[in-house]
């Protein structure tokens, strides 16, 4: 059994067996018998180096011996090993020569959050969405068979990812082109079934066994020359099954479902993985995990320590943090449990993400019109769709860069039936060391393209809180995005009005430049103004356009400077810039946004400055074009 931890180790733990396994070829020199202590040494040398660096956490603990087994199993990286989600796989990343890179994750430079093929060539697929990794081994499946190759396809899908419809139309599909791969469930939170002990354990080796797999393709021959014979015995089979798993839907898809057993019991692990790594067709093991497993207080709140941050030194003097004000998600989450106390046709809409966007005080006083669909994008976009044609008003909660996934459902179900749906877009623009899979950086750009729709930035706290009521009270679709993090404590005002629709905001009066603001940039905008004797102006809108005051600022200033933390790229500045050309007037003008590559995780701060959007970036821009 593996030991249970209570406090993260601070300084690093000894690990003589760990020590020996840099590699998954120097893992499986190890004999079986030392594989449990080897899980102890992984477990404990994890919950440091997340100590040390910060980042998720509960996850990683409870694959531990799965992983451990995994890659003993199989002859990674020639076969293909797919984690899914990819905050699964900081162990994976131990054994497979990171370990003393660890110390660098999510940092500036350093390993990546998740999967990265770049990274390693144990990395077969880059993992940030979660639901991919059966389509994404299957596909390799297919490729191995069109190359005449034995190597296997092994995909690890767990954390709630198994809720997305992708995932079944994989699933679906596989069925089809009879692929030879292996799916392993990960459930962590008994979501599928609680049948898990001896006799579970017990019949997974039997079934996944090749004696009983020899008997029943030697039934299905000699069964298969009588008429029905086969087709009958392979439902009794399967009914047999399903009164002792749970895995009919599963074999209703054409897989051969092996469990659930116990994902912690490294010796069951090893013979299943085993058994079934010989087997031709498609697999399907499900194995249940606890979440934080040998760590005590993730054991007991999975929720709270899915992440953590970096641990401070015991004597280290305490920071002195600057006053900044609440974090735009919580108030986002106040300003929905007060307009739904107004008005009783508002729902709530979010694809598990129920405490990442504040809606948990929603969800508690508003039951009846919470709706948390798990990961599944597309289904919430045109659930809200649904409502919003039977009168009620949905709110759908949704991350920028998870929104992306719903695009299709946004244009055809929303969109173009002018439904009215309010989108609250978290985590727009760039959000630190989760890296590019998770930064918000296209939605103004795939949203200003859509007719009817209308977007706002918020540049504080007060102007979310007016946005989303507009938004709200909007007829038709309308999106408000707000980045990570905390405003800058702005004062706001409790009433539910909405803004003029399309109405920018002159925030400082100057001469010769006029920096034109998409969002929270602005405090950095008015220090740059001031300085520079500019003009300053807070947008608001990017659809509609203020058309008027951008025209105002043509004929008054000498340079137009638009900033956004979007990509510059048929962003708010090209919205600008098309407005200008289409009403003939040339003018010099300057783009500021996020470039034309994707930007590597590292503190949000050190991000802003490599995309010359901190006040320094800001400034150095505008004087190198003045002095063009």
Partial sequence: MPTTFHEIPRERPLTPLLD????????????????????????????????????HFGAGLGVIELTVALHYVFDTPEDRLVWDVGHQAYPHKILTGRRERMGSLRQKDGIAAFPRRSESEYDTFGVGHSSTSISAALGMAIAAQRQGSKRKSVAVIGDGALTAGMAFEAL???????????????DNDMSISKNVGGLSNYLAKILSSRTYANVREGSKKVLSKLPGAWEIARKTEEHAKGMLVSGTMFEELGWNYIGPIDGHDLPTLLATLRNMRDLEGLQFLHVVTKKGKGFAPAEVDPIVYHAITKLEPINAPAKVKAPSGPKYSSVFGQWLCEMAAHDERLMAITPAMKEGSDLVAFSEHHPDRYFDVAI?????????????CEGAKPVVAIYSTFLQRAYDQLIHDVAVQNLDVLFAIDRAGLVGEDGPTHAGSFDLSYLRCIPGMLIMTPSDENELHHMLTTGYQFTGPAAVRYPRGSGPNAPIDREL?????????????GKGVALLVFGVQLAEALRVGGTLDATVVDMRFVKPLDEALVSELAASHDLLVTIEENSVMGGAGSAVSEFLASQGTLKPMLHLGLPDYYVEHARPDQMLAECGLDEAGIEKAIRARLKG
């Fill in 376 to 388: 599944a994008e597309q289904h919430a976009v045109t659930l809200a769709a649904g409502m919003a």
């Fill in 497 to 509: 009005s909405p803004l003029p629709i399309g109405k920018g905001v002159v925030r400082r009066q």
């Fill in 172 to 186: 679906n599909h596989a069925a089809d082109v009879k692929a030879n791969m292996l799916v392993v469930l990960n």
């Fill in 20 to 55: 020996r396994a840099n590699t998954p070829d120097e893992l499986r020199r190890l004999g079986e018998a030392e594989l449990e202590t080897l899980a102890d040494e992984l477990r404990q040398y994890l919950l440091y180096t997340v100590g040390q660096t910060g980042g």
